[in-house]
């Protein structure tokens, strides 16, 4: 196997490392392979799949679908299998995958190693909880894991450090077929936003929010609830290619204002019901590659946090400061959780979510630390998918099975092979 050395970084392009990288095409290549951390398309914004410090394997070729009983809807699939492409694939059979984030393009390992949620984490829980077996690659040999097991919770949301995940069985969801349908509904501010949340007896729920709003229209928005539905809808494909890097005016505050005053407004007040594809519905932006460049070169930063039910006036508060602080971006989404996790370091607790991006910028970068700050004192934790930025000793304390997930890496990867950027940032191996 040949290493080549490469700049890479995470989806938000703000922290940047160069290292060698394998890219195995079968298993048999990869079992060859010295132990290093393990990653997919890189969808993770910050630094959770980048080693600035050694090597890394690229997981992308090893994407074969292995098995699938369409009785009872278990799929066996390689880790470097997209998402998008299982829903696009299974939908018009009438299965999608129990959970997805909001990219088609994060792979299944990268799924099951941030344990990530979706639209439906409400009733659904996260991703993991819904894998019923997988494979890792341990010290050159195959380790067959069962749901449940401490090397399962371990792995489940783990940031890879118990071993390279190499396949996994999914238990499909059965849906209606390939469309989604959707009604969307404006929301004036924040109480009448949460109240829409909080009654929502749909499937998927989600809410786009305009963190630019202020005073009376703090957290006005969008909120979507779909069903599966059947019928024949034709599925997006990328429309644009974002192909360089925007200036720095591209996404500022009066731009990201009348946008978002627009994108309100596309809603009717009395709201609306659509027919859309399965596709366009979960991974909006996937229909704009490469969209992380309309950051510039510098890249961007998101905060995501999420809040128990009894933070919500915290919560509140951390998006006026963003409002008045004019370094949101139209990217913004607000989400009621339910409790459901499957591992140690799982993101999910019951409450709200919070998600939106920043251009890395000073000013940027510090009120991100600040609304870190108001996070630890609401009770919540941040997601790793998304960090770039927090310090290790607040974010460890949000997390309390720590000591227990430390315990299962120590015994699965006592020489430190598989450290990641992030888990190095935040010492989550170290016992301090």
Request: hydrophobic share 45%; glycine share 10%.
């Amino acid at each position: 196997m040949i290493w080549k050395t490469a700049e890479y970084s995470g989806w938000g392009r703000a922290l940047k490392v160069t290292g060698e990288i394998a890219r195995p095409e079968r298993r048999a290549e990869l079992l060859a392979l010295p132990a290093a951390p393990a990653f997919g398309l890189r969808r993770s914004y910050g630094d959770a799949a980048t080693n600035g410090e050694g090597r890394a394997i690229d997981m992308t070729r090893l994407d074969r679908l292995l098995a699938f009983d369409p009785a009872s809807g278990l799929l066996e699939a390689e880790a470097g299998v997209r998402i998008g492409d299982l829903a696009a694939l299974f939908a018009p059979k009438g299965w999608l995958p129990a959970v997805m984030p909001g990219t088609g393009f994060a792979t299944i390992g990268g799924c099951i190693a941030q344990d990530v949620h979706g639209k439906n984490h409400h009733n659904a829980g996260s991703f993991a909880q819904h894998v019923t077996r997988l494979t890792l690659l341990q010290h050159g040999e195959l380790v067959e894991v069962a749901a449940g097991t401490p090397l399962f919770r371990a792995t489940a949301g783990g940031l890879g450090q118990t071993g390279v995940i190499v396949s996994a069985t999914l238990q499909m969801r059965p849906c209606n077929g390939a469309a989604m349908m959707v009604t969307e509904r404006r929301a004036e501010n924040w109480d009448e936003h949460l109240a829409l949340l909080d009654a929502s007896t749909a499937t998927y729920t989600v809410g786009w929010i305009d963190g630019t709003a202020k005073g009376a229209s703090l957290g006005r928005g969008i909120v979507e609830e779909a069903e599966s539905s059947a019928g024949l809808v034709k599925d997006h494909v990328p429309a644009a290619t974002v192909p360089m890097n925007a200036p720095h005016f591209a996404l500022s505050a009066p731009v990201v204002r009348a946008f978002n005053a627009l994108y309100y407004r596309r809603v009717p007040a009395r709201g609306r019901t659509t027919v859309k594809a399965v596709g366009a519905f979960f991974f909006p932006l996937d229909k704009i590659l490469e969209w992380n460049r309309l950051y510039g070169r510098r890249g961007f930063h998101q905060f995501q946090c999420v809040v128990p039910l009894s933070s919500a006036p915290a919560l509140r508060a951390m998006l006026a400061e963003i409002a008045e602080s004019g370094l949101c971006s139209p990217l913004a989404v607000l989400k009621r959780m339910g409790p459901g996790r499957a591992g140690y370091l799982s993101f999910p607790m019951e409450g709200y979510t919070l998600a939106i991006d920043f251009p890395n910028r000073d000013a940027a970068r510090a009120l991100i630390r600040r609304l870190e700050g108001r996070t630890v004192e609401a009770g919540g934790r941040l997601y790793f998918a998304k960090d770039s930025l927090a310090e290790g000793s607040p974010v460890r304390a949000m997390y309390p099975e720590l000591g227990e997930w430390r315990e299962e890496v120590l015994r699965a990867d006592p020489n430190g092979d598989l450290i990641t950027d992030l888990v190095r940032r935040l010492g989550l191996r170290s016992a301090a």
